[in-house]
């Protein structure tokens, strides 16, 4: 009989585990030392403040219910930590299933929108004459969050990851060590921007005063310890050799009908040439199969992000799993 309440018991406890939430979010805002633009990014930590499990819409994407501006579940312990860099014109929302599921396993997750490059502040000429911001702004977050009073106290600062998707997947790479080939860097933008001598008059003068010698920086960070690209971008800016600039353990995710960065000229070029890196291949998977799944309102005005909606479900668990392992195994 009282092996019987007791199986009872567990049961209930298990049903109200599965059907709240304890995921706490909190918006950040700082200024960057280096571009003076404002910088906002969302922290998804875990916290005790239970909410109903479900989701809900958020704009053109299904995200968790959470709990908006709740303390951390445990405050004095610290936590491993992994920052986020979104895709072009993407945002700190897009890929939050991602956060999501990290933070029920113990991480601290934080996504930054790289302003001038998100769905709703997006210039052109910022991107050309300063994607090397991208990395930079990963280490000034870095930076904010470790010397944060509330932040600083329950981050583990020696157990810290970066991962992104698409650009933000090159992102991910730069700020782990890779290098990038000036000329090849200029010859990608140049592909990708060609009508930029079309732009105003001080537009094009910005771009043709760019200072192109930034794009061969290393924008390594020795606080990354792990490093995870999602369908990374810009295969053809880089080179063998200053791919084999990267020491730090790496893993590389891509689905194998993605088009829009598609595997031989991106993730399997990057995976081939860093060193300590792994390959995670999803079969039946496209770009946009590593996003939210969409909202009604998605589906109207987006439907290319949602075509793939029906095999995200398994593709994220598939992900999840590898990323939760390559992280346990790297962050020692």
Known sequence: MFLRFILILLGLMLYFVNAYASIGTQEISFISKSSRRILVAEVY???SCKVEKKKIPHGIWMRENYS??????????????????????GDRFGNSWIAEALVSKGYIVVMID??????????????????????????????????????????????IAVAGFSLGGTTALWVGG???????FKQALDDKYSR????????????????WNKAEHSYKDDRIKAVISIAPDLGEAFTAEGLKEMSV????????????????????FYSKSINRSELLVIEDADHFTFMNKCSSIGFKIAPYLSSSDDKKASAHTLVIDRICDFLQGNLK
Request: charged content about 30%; proline content about 6%; aromatic content about 12%.
């Open 68 to 89: 908006k501006g709740q303390p951390c579940v445990n405050g004095k312990r610290k936590y491993p930590l992994v920052v986020f860099s979104h895709g072009f014109r």
């Open 196 to 211: 930029w001598s079309d732009w105003p008059k001080y537009a094009s003068e910005n771009a043709r005063a760019v200072d």
């Open 114 to 159: 790289h302003t001038f490059n998100t769905s709703y502040e997006h210039s052109d000429l910022f991107l050309y004459t300063s994607m090397w911001q991208r990395p930079v702004d990963i280490s000034e977050l870095l930076t904010y969050l470790l010397e944060s009073s509330q932040w600083g106290k329950i981050i583990n600062k020696e157990k």
């Open 249 to 268: 353990p790496t893993l590389i995710i891509v689905g194998d009908k993605d088009r829009i960065t598609p595997k031989k000229q991106n993730a399997e």
């Open 178 to 184: 890779i290098k990038a080939d000036k000329d090849k």
């Open 45 to 47: 930590y875990p916290t």
